[in-house]
């Protein structure tokens, strides 16, 4: 038999504004809804991803870069979010004196996998949220990581920022981290009444194939809204074409199979 590993899924792009941490956020509060223990890792400073999962900046003693430099246990730095099931390993300002500080450490890069490799193996998903950005932070996230998917704005300028994180995927790949691969596009922002989303759509179909493109989450207020009141889309609005998409997404994610996993 087969050793069961956690699940380790990336959501990157360089591109601010294009659904990260809206994704990150909202297909991890999804997987825990279904029943599933997931942790959520955020490795961008902004720290929205850990707002939005209701942990307020002023919880946070021990933030993500205490752990990535070793000098707390990783297991320290987990916190409880509202959801349950749902656990969060913050992020704080003080990452950005870590990425200023690393910014030429070759080793840095290795730390997150490091030191938060068995915590991610105690939870059946783990969701890292990046910075947009290709430094220590994001590559961390990626060397950490099993599984990246691609939040992509349903728009054509956003094509070539994606074919971009796709070839660093594959960099990171070959140069330190054999087990990556991307599995998936997730087109945001998506707009139905437009000509030019459906044409993404179709342009994606034809060039990624359709294994690689998952469903598309459509524009929707309900979730530009629910961070400001600290909520995922589900306790914010149940019944919104936000909360039904992530749910979708969230299944195709479950359905994966990763060559890693029994
Ligand atoms: N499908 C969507 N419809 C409407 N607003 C969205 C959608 N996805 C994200 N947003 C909003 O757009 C902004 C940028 O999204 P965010 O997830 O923070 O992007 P990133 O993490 O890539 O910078 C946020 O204010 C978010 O609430
Ligand atoms: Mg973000």
């Keep these: 038999m087969s050793q069961r590993v956690g699940r380790r899924l990336v959501f990157t792009n360089r591109k601010g504004g294009c659904g990260k941490t809206t994704t990150s956020v909202n297909i991890a509060a999804a997987l825990a809804h279904l029943g599933h223990r997931v942790l959520v890792i955020d490795t961008d400073p902004q720290a929205h991803a850990t707002m939005s999962l209701g942990v307020a900046q002023s919880r946070v003693t021990h933030d993500l870069s205490a752990v990535l430099e070793g000098s707390i246990d990783a297991a320290a730095a987990v916190q409880p979010s509202y959801v349950p099931r749902l656990h969060v390993v913050p992020s704080s300002r003080r990452l950005v004196d870590f990425e200023r500080r690393n910014a030429d450490n070759s080793d840095a890069v290795y730390w997150l996998r490091r030191h938060l490799g068995a915590l991610m193996d105690s939870y059946e998903f783990t969701v890292i949220d990046t910075p ?21 704005q349903a728009h054509f300028l956003a094509m070539e920022g994606m074919i971009e994180i796709i070839e660093l995927v594959e960099e990171v790949q070959r140069s330190r981290n054999p087990d990556l691969a991307v599995r998936g596009i997730i087109p945001t922002f ?21 294994d690689l493109l998952l469903k598309a989450i459509r524009l929707n207020h309900a979730l530009a809204e629910a961070p400001g009141a600290g909520h995922t ?4 609005d149940l019944r919104s074409d936000g909360a039904l998409d992530y749910y979708r997404v969230a299944l195709q994610i479950r359905g994966i199979k ?3 996993q029994s």
């Design 132 to 152: 947009p950005t290709t430094q220590v932070l994001t590559l961390s996230a990626l060397v950490a990581a099993r599984e990246a998917y691609i939040p992509m």
């Design 190 to 210: 998506f707009d139905s009444g437009a000509v030019f989303s459906r044409q993404i759509l179709q342009e994606l179909r034809s060039r990624l194939g359709e």
């Design 233 to 236: 889309i589900f306790q914010h």
């Design 258 to 260: 990763h060559p890693l």
